[in-house]
């Protein structure tokens, strides 16, 4: 809706798992029955158990990016390619070694049902956009929004196609990982879709759509896995779309800067002292710092790095723009188009049915037949 405000979510709607918290020296159970144990304490032994894992000075990846809040608690980025194995190795590994209590990821609750598909079904999922994905897109989005979203859904096809690999791997595999790691949050980070590509359209003039339609239409360079490994310093498929965008600074601002900006606000949202379990409530409180894994598309790890220390206000940015007159204009433009072809298409089907039922042996005898029953005057 226009002028409305979009509420980022906080955890994704898949299996949550519930967090307590982490960090420095927890009191050792004592040794005993498993069967005496009771909650407060068995909440204390899986937690003794989950910092015994956690290194004090991890072996990470170098993809990884280390930013510290300041009540102490960490940040570990890891800088990914949308299609990549060693991606999805890069944040396997770094989960194992740091044991976090909250994973953030790059998504929204719009494309959250990533993390529960196989990779065949995603592959063939991301290699058809059928008529269907295209109603569902303007009904979510509008028509302009909804038609950008499918020529961004055509490049990732595009990559998919080319590679034989299905994106998110390392989202999925964050997910996992997670999983695993006692009182671990998952949630995810990113600006809701609607609002990101409303946002990029309301930022461009009327020619400026078109001429980024007509470059997302005719993309067909073939791409290689070796591409992808060597774009591990930007991410491929944000790569591709700067190199498109690249001539409206307005369009990167919203599709790249603006979500630097919101995943930076996500993590030190995640990374907030966490409060350990206590025996009892008349045992004082106690908080510690917090260890945060973020799994974000390589090209924004700059943005983020730079955003971490100033002061950030995401209402701005959740903030959808009225249309402008061009861009009411440019609706109503793409609607008579779409009429327009469709009454072409209905007229033309028209003229080659009757053509084709004309040319029939049948209906020649009929015609012949009546001609010669006319009456001459």
């Not at 032994?45 to 993809?63: D, G």
């Not at 779309?241 to 599709?255: C, K, N, S, V, Y």
Request: hydrophobic fraction near 40%.
């Amino acid at each position: 809706m226009e002028g409305e405000e979009e509420q980022p979510p906080q955890e994704a709607d898949v299996e949550p798992i519930v967090t307590v918290g982490v960090s420095e020296v927890v009191p050792r159970v004592l040794a005993g029955e498993a069967q005496n144990l009771s909650d407060a304490d068995a909440l204390t032994l899986l937690l003794e158990m989950k910092l015994r894992r956690r290194r004090e000075r991890p072996s990470l990846p170098r993809t990884v990016t280390e930013l510290v809040a300041e009540d102490g608690s960490r940040v570990y980025v890891v800088g990914t390619a949308h299609f990549s194995d060693d991606s999805k190795r890069d944040v396997v590994k770094t989960i194992r070694e740091v044991q976090p209590d909250v994973v953030v990821v790059e998504l929204c609750q719009y494309r959250v049902s990533m993390l529960k598909m196989d990779e065949s079904t995603l592959l063939q999922e991301a290699k058809e956009l059928s008529l269907e994905k295209l109603q569902q897109a303007v009904r979510q989005n509008g028509v302009m929004s909804g038609l950008m979203q499918m020529l961004l859904l055509k490049v990732s096809a595009h990559i998919t196609e080319q590679l034989g690999m299905a994106p998110g791997g390392e989202f999925r595999e964050a997910f996992k990982e997670a999983s695993k790691v006692p009182f671990c949050k998952f949630h995810l980070g990113d600006r809701p879709i609607p609002v990101t590509f409303k946002r990029a359209i309301a930022a461009l003039s009327f020619w400026q759509k078109v001429k980024l339609a007509w470059g997302l239409c005719f993309l067909s360079d073939p791409i290689s896995k070796d591409d992808v490994e060597r774009c591990k310093q930007k991410d491929l498929l944000e790569q591709m779309m700067a190199e498109m965008i690249g001539e409206f600074p307005d369009l990167h601002r919203t599709i790249v800067s603006e979500r630097d900006v919101y995943l930076t606000y996500m993590l030190r949202q995640a990374a907030r002292r966490l409060e350990l379990p206590r025996s009892s409530d008349a045992e004082p409180r106690k908080c510690v710092p917090s260890v945060v894994v973020g799994v974000v598309g390589m090209g924004h790890v700059p943005g983020i790095e730079k955003n971490w220390t100033t002061d950030l206000n995401i209402q701005e940015i959740m903030t959808v723009p009225p249309p402008s007159v061009s861009g009411r204009l440019s609706r109503l433009a793409v609607k008579a188009a779409v009429l327009g072809l469709l009454g072409y298409g209905l007229y033309w089907m028209g003229r080659r049915a009757t053509s084709l039922v004309l040319s029939l042996p049948i209906a020649q005898y009929c015609l012949q037949t009546a001609s010669t029953a006319r009456p001459h005057k």
